[in-house]
């Protein structure tokens, strides 16, 4: 390009004239120099378009990361949003278990003042029926007949009843409704075999004769006694259903439900436990 505006210029001076050599040497030094400062300017241009395009990049880059950011902060925003509301929903929990806890702890010990008063209650009952069973006990029984001693030979003992035997006829005199007959050979089935197997069984027929004679009180001693001494035993739900049975034939409701739900917790799946559901139902 130096050369080509060099010839220029060199055909302007010879056209218009005559031209030194010192003109031409003042010429190509200018245009060193502006081809120098025309580099410069393009360099500088170089580097400012390069300059801009790095700034714009990384305005770019700050760009995404302030969108990065917000997205961040929104999800954090939403995430303490979410865990205030999960502390508000276990705050008022807690204030309900507390307020459930504080209804539960008064009803249970207004529950537990209920059952002391029944209990009490069922002792002063329990209390007169043993006071008046000791009244009975010291009345007059008729004199027994005096029998003849008889003479064994020797070498032999005397015959036993057998319990089998005992109990079929306790059993028969109760189905006939000889209560008193049936009462004593009960009774006598548990004097003389007292670790019988159907010990338990003697036991709770005499409850059921006092039952069926309308002495309920009586009866829920009888019952009970086939409970402590016969825990094991399979009449232990029959006498707790008669139990509460007889309360409510005596009109203690409270003490019967108590009963019929301590047969239904102790004994669930049996026969008695379903009764006692279907009384509980009509006591309510």
């Not at 276990?90 to 008063?117: F, M, N, P, V, Y």
């Amino acid at each position: 390009m130096k050369s080509v505006i060099l010839i220029i210029l060199m055909c302007l001076l010879l056209l218009s004239g005559c031209v030194s050599q010192k003109e031409v040497s003042t010429l190509d030094n200018r245009l060193s120099e502006l081809e120098i400062r025309n580099a410069e300017i393009k360099k500088n241009r170089e580097a400012l378009k390069s300059g801009l395009q790095s700034r714009e990049q990384k305005e770019q880059e700050l760009r995404h990361q302030s969108a990065s950011l917000g997205a961040k902060v929104n999800a954090l925003n939403e995430e303490i949003r979410a865990l205030t509301g999960r502390v508000e929903a276990l705050e008022h929990l807690l204030q309900r278990q507390k307020q459930k806890d504080a209804g539960s702890l008064q009803t249970e010990k207004a529950r537990i003042e209920k059952l002391a008063k029944s209990a009490k209650s069922t002792d002063e009952r329990i209390f007169r029926i043993e006071q008046y069973l000791n009244f009975e006990s010291t009345t007059q029984t008729p004199p027994k007949e005096k029998s003849v001693a008889k003479i064994i030979p020797a070498g032999q003992v005397t015959p036993k009843t057998s319990e089998d035997e005992i109990y079929r006829t306790a059993k028969q005199a109760f189905d006939q409704g000889d209560s008193d007959t049936a009462r004593k050979k009960f009774q006598e089935l548990i004097e003389r075999h007292p670790k019988s197997e159907r010990a338990d069984n003697a036991q709770f027929w005499i409850g059921e004769i006092y039952y069926r004679e309308k002495w309920f009180e009586k009866s829920i001693l009888e019952y009970q006694k086939v409970i402590e001494n016969y825990p094991t035993g399979n009449k232990v739900p029959a006498s707790l259903l008669k139990q509460g049975l007889a309360f409510f034939n005596l009109g203690d409701k409270a003490n019967s439900r108590l009963i019929l739900q301590e047969l239904i917790k102790k004994h669930p799946q049996s026969n008695e436990a379903k009764i006692a559901k279907d009384k509980l139902k009509a006591l309510k």
